[in-house]
């Protein structure tokens, strides 16, 4: 478990990989946000995306499951907002992402000596490289012991 006191400025890690399946997309997408493109092969094939591509929602619901999983566990007390959320590309129904994060702030709390909060600048990169999304994350995380 890290805690606020353990997660320094330019602490990096990479969170960790998701294989995408068509299956997988539609099913998603039936359920959350069914969009021709994302359901349909042949309607994405004629839409702006040219093929099927798994939806946004479905990139951060993987977010959210490879952070739980993360071997580096985070003392999170709650999640205060995502920021900045910029879809580059598409994530293609056959894609396999990876999860990264760097921490660009530390702040203990003023108020509250056993919490402080954190800002993780997060990317999900294709394995060839080409950056899918990137957001800021904004997280309440405790201490391992109080400041005095």
């Known amino acids: 478990m890290l805690f606020h006191e353990q997660i320094p400025v330019g602490y990096r890690s990479v969170i960790g990989t998701w294989q995408l399946n ?39 619901a993987i977010c ?3 952070f ?10 709650a999640m205060l907002g995502k920021d900045k959320i910029r879809l580059h590309q598409p994530a293609r129904a056959w894609d396999q ?16 000596p056993d919490r402080g909060v954190i800002v993780l600048a ?8 080409e950056t899918v999304m990137t957001q800021e994350v904004t997280l309440m995380v405790r201490r391992s012991a109080p400041l005095t």
């Open 22 to 60: 068509p299956d997988d997309v539609i099913a998603f997408a039936r359920a959350w946000d069914p969009q021709p493109f994302h359901v349909d092969a042949d309607a994405a094939a004629e839409s702006v995306f040219g093929e099927l591509v798994a939806s946004s929602l479905h990139i951060f």
């Open 64 to 66: 959210t499951r490879l």
């Open 68 to 77: 739980f999983d993360h071997e580096d566990q985070i003392a999170v007390m």
């Open 97 to 112: 992402l990876i999860y990264r994060t760097e921490c660009i702030a530390n702040t203990p709390s003023a108020t509250r």
């Open 122 to 129: 997060d990317e999900v990169v294709r394995d060839s490289g």
